[in-house]
């Protein structure tokens, strides 16, 4: 099933959380943390102004992003869990270093 979100919303995949806790202890799912950061998966076209022209997203599949703690909506397609939210929600883009995009 493919899925187009409308107006300024955005299709967001939570990047993993970590396993282990920085002292090496290994944290149960049922205690983590979700992470505040993932990847952009689809993007609606935008919002309208009040004369009706159309505001093209900042965001655009692909990117990295951060949001706040309760953001959106969750939820379950194709089996895979992700959050849909509005572009209001998202604090910013993450800018991938030249070192980690010549590791990638």
């Known amino acids: 099933m493919k899925f187009r979100p409308l107006h300024d919303r955005v299709v967001i995949r939570r990047a993993e959380g970590d396993i282990k806790s920085r002292g090496g202890i290994i944290i149960p799912d049922n205690a983590k943390e979700k992470p505040q950061e993932g990847e952009v998966i689809a993007v ?52 991938k270093t030249a070192a980690a995009k010549k590791a990638a």
């Not at 505001?55 to 194709?78: A, C, H, N, R």
Request: hydrophobic share 40%; glycine share 16%.
């Open 44 to 95: 609606g076209p935008g919002s309208r102004d009040e004369r009706g022209n159309l505001i093209p997203l900042d965001v655009k599949t692909g990117d990295l992003i951060l949001f706040g703690k309760w953001p959106g909506t969750e939820v379950k397609i194709d089996g895979e869990d992700l959050l849909i939210m509005k572009e209001a929600d998202i604090m910013g883009i993450v800018e």
